[in-house]
């Protein structure tokens, strides 16, 4: 038992101490959150003020631009909304950052007005010029003249409010309320609310989509990424030659049990760190952050999260440490490790369709199957809590696949280990199982 | 207290239907020093191994420090694999308490002798080093303080010299004499044979997996080196084939070896030469282990 520990030590000093695992620890949650957050600032920085000139030939619609638009007003909706941030800007916040000028027309063809504001916008004196036609009614036809015309929210701006200005006219002179078609027309909007036996919450279905999705990858690369370690660091000792010293010192089973334990407790460490980190940072900005963040991230999910990470990395991390015992060099290894994350992509692909059809037999069974619940059991949670009976069946089948593994693992480390230079073959391999 | 350190009883094993280690039976004396001899491909690492339970072997029977091979005995024993290697990341001192926990040693008792076996070996001030950082030299020098770091009754060490300068053969040699004296058990092999003739207590010579040859260093020599008498001479010394009391003779042409029946007859052999040449010298000679061993694996194939 001691000895164990020795091992366990080593290997999780090891890795703890590396600059990588510093670096990837502090930075993931950082990076994680700044590809949430970063596209959303950069958005709101990239927009800066814009001064558009409008030639109104029509008339009565540069009034209307510049009226301030009636949003919908949505009480306690926080300054920032993840999900609403994905969308395109919200008007009123397009309108706050346009001013318009108007041209004063004096009888002048539209053809002039163009040439001296050409010029402007080059001087850049202004940003742009808005025509609008005496037809606009008709023809539903405006010009913009500017130097940078790829900003769709301006142009989505100046459409929309056109078109609410041409459609109330237009009901005005048919005699309609506009007021009775803007009540007629409004959007129906879908508040999701998760049921839970905790009780129900408001959150909305597109984050909890992103969440699910986004835990996935985590567990998904840290699986990889450990269990390559694992592969390595066998891939190393057999290499080295110490597996010698080592199998005379202590068990074979100590050092493979002490090597994936260490290995798993360093990844385990490192996700721990992640969720603090990830905590930390959302509890900071809270404020601005939507709050489905936290109804999402319930202690319930952190600890499944846990049990299926640490499921998952004796599943994967155990066969790659096989694959370490049993090669020689790194390029079989490489070969041996892409069919292990092929493997692993299996359930990732279903898990995309699981965390919307959560309860499909597909799912079902595919949760199932020990080699592919760590992930989807773990999606299907995130997604609406299956029964317990399957999470539990989940569970058991995933220890039952370990410890069979495990036993598989240490017969074949203890063979492997010793054995240089040749190539073993299927045959060597499962005499190796037999050899006491 | 049982007096053997190790015993091995009829040892076989085949690699492919090859055998590697034909029937070797030998046994080592708690405290003295034995030297596993015998040309590369002998079959000297795969017995150690096998003493070692690294590889099982087909047959045969060991016994080490009095019982079978157990979990136990390995923190006794302190081995240095012939194919040498460490952590190239791992840092002088924590390859050394990784290694020394493995052995079962306390980390505080680690780093007390550590320390003290760093200094011993010129390595102090590379604690905090990695091992990739070491020198070739430095890093079999760290391997062999890892071996004899939890102080083991029982030392195998493969090949100990290979690689080494001849400043730190002195050093392994001074540390397996030193232990020799603590009352250690020391089983070493090489092929270099000039090397065991100034250590070894013992030895044991194999030749294509077969014993050869085994006993301790003075009956061997007793029975191969008496017998034999080199001369420095000038003149026609052909008659020497056809004295009746010698045995054998090889004649280099102004230095003749000449292997009597019975040391007795020296004298004689000296008279009947001062006769017909010119003697410049005449000694009695002991063959050097070398020497044996060819003559052994000679008789081997002649028999």
Known sequence: ?436 | MNEQALSLKDLVKDFDGKRAVDNISFTVRKGEILGLLGPNGAGKTTTIRMVMNIIAPDAGHIEILGKSFSEKVKDHIGYLPEERGLYRKLKVMDTLLFLGELKGMKPAAVKQRGRQLLKQFQLDGYEEKKVEELSKGMAQKLQFIATILHNPELLILDEPFSGLDPLNIELIKDIILTSKREGKTIIYSTHLMEYAEKTVDSLVMIDKGRKVLDGTLAEVKAEYGQKFVKIQYEGDARFVAGLPYVKSWRDSGREMEVELEDLAKREQLLRDLLEKVTVNGFQLSEPSLQNIFIRKVQEGEGA
């Open chain 1, 1 to 436: 038992m001691k000895k164990i520990l020795a091992v366990i030590k080593k290997e999780y000093k090891a890795i703890v101490k590396k600059k990588s695992f510093i670096i990837m620890t502090i930075l993931t949650p950082v990076l994680m959150g700044g590809m949430m957050f970063v596209p959303v600032l950069l958005m709101k920085v990239g927009r800066t003020e814009k001064k558009i000139a409008v030639a109104d030939f029509a008339g009565g619609y540069y009034q209307a631009l510049t009226a301030k638009p009636a949003t919908r007003q949505e009480p306690g909706k926080p300054a920032f909304d993840l999900e609403d941030s994905m969308r395109k800007p919200r008007a009123s916040e397009v309108a706050g950052l346009i001013t318009f000028r108007q041209v004063l027309l004096n009888g002048r063809e539209a053809a002039a007005v163009v040439r001296e504001y050409e010029q402007k916008v080059l001087k850049k004196e202004i940003d742009g010029l808005l025509l609008i036609p005496a037809d606009v009614k008709s023809s539903r036809q405006v010009s913009y003249y500017a130097t940078s015309i790829s900003d769709f929210a301006t142009n989505s701006f100046i459409a929309s409010t056109l078109r609410t200005v041409i459609s109330q006219q237009l009901l005005l002179e048919k005699q309609i309320d506009p007021a009775v078609v803007r009540e007629a027309t409004r959007d129906v909007l879908v508040d999701t609310f998760k049921v839970k036996k905790e009780g129900t919450t408001k959150s909305s279905s597109g984050m909890d989509y992103i969440m699910s999705l986004f835990m996935m990858v985590i567990l998904f690369g840290v699986l990889i990424g450990y269990g390559q370690m694992i592969m390595r660091g066998v891939l190393e000792e057999k290499n080295s030659r110490i597996s010698e010293i080592l199998i005379s010192s202590a068990k074979s089973t100590q050092l493979f049990y002490g090597k994936v334990l260490g290995i798993g407790l360093a990844g385990l460490t490192q996700v721990a760190l992640w969720i603090l980190l990830s905590w930390i940072l959302v509890s900071r900005f809270s404020g601005t952050v939507d709050a489905s963040i936290l109804t999402f991230l319930t202690p319930e999910i952190g600890l499944y999260f846990v049990i299926f990470f640490i499921l998952g990395f004796f599943i994967y991390a155990i066969p790659y440490a096989i694959v370490g015992a049993a090669v020689n060099t790194d390029q079989e290894a490489q070969q041996f490790s892409t069919a292990i994350v092929w493997m692993m992509l299996i359930p990732y692909f279903i898990g995309f369709s699981a965390t919307q059809n959560p309860n499909t037999t597909l799912a079902l069974v595919a949760s199932l199957i020990p080699i592919f619940s760590p992930i989807l059991m773990f999606m299907r949670i995130t997604a609406s809590m299956p029964p317990l009976w399957q999470i539990a069946a989940s569970i058991a089948l995933c220890l039952l696949t370990i410890w069979g593994l495990a036993w598989l693992g240490a017969k074949i480390f203890r063979v492997g280990m010793l054995m240089y230079g040749k190539k073993p073959t299927l045959g060597e391999i499962l005499r190796w199982i037999r050899y006491k």
